[in-house]
């Protein structure tokens, strides 16, 4: 009778002791996992984080504003482009859209001093890796979003990279 609590508490105590991963482990358990469903070739050789960034929501809205801005001269060049072709429908509609973000980028602009810098949301890192793919080192880097909950968000950027990098190994040898 009084084995099975002394059982019960060694089982527990080991299951206590279970060792929680690190960041780099989990980071190249993802990688791993992500690569081998894009290219069963392929193995990850290492991950390393290159830069770790706090963010917090005045980081988030200065990626807003970039992203405005980005989208805002983009559409600029195909009105330019709309402009040289004449082409009524189109020119009108990037006029509009063009006007609509203007309004935004300033709105954003302005509100990026007063965003909260003492409440994270996550990390955001910056990692290189190797793959080795037919006796070929590929040596790449991406970005990768780790929430507040220690969560990897938005690995759909990481199998965008991985991709890249695989079709970067078959362009240089074909």
């Not at 949301?121 to 990692?127: F, T, V």
């Not at 790449?140 to 507040?148: A, E, G, K, M, R």
Request: aromatic content about 10%.
């Amino acid at each position: 009778m009084r084995k099975f609590p002394l059982a019960a508490l060694f089982c527990l105590f080991v299951l206590s002791c279970k060792h929680k991963s690190t960041l780099p482990e989990q980071l190249k358990i993802t990688f791993s996992n992500h690569l081998r469903q894009l290219d069963s070739l392929a193995t990850l050789d290492s991950v390393r984080i290159i830069w770790n960034t706090l963010v917090t929501e005045r980081l988030g809205r200065i990626v807003d504003d970039s992203v405005y801005v980005r989208e805002y001269s983009r559409l600029k060049t195909q009105l330019s482009n709309a402009l040289q072709k004449n082409d009524r429908d189109t020119i009108n509609f990037y006029r509009y859209e063009i006007n609509v973000m203007e309004k935004e980028i300033d709105s954003i602009t302005r509100s990026i001093p007063s965003g909260d810098t003492t409440k994270s949301y996550g990390h955001l890192l910056n990692c290189a890796y190797i793959i080795n793919k037919s006796g070929k080192t590929l040596i790449d880097s991406t970005l990768i979003f780790v929430d507040s909950t220690s969560t990897l968000r938005f690995t759909e950027y990481l199998d965008s990279s991985l991709r890249r990098t695989i079709a970067n190994y078959k362009t240089k040898n074909q």
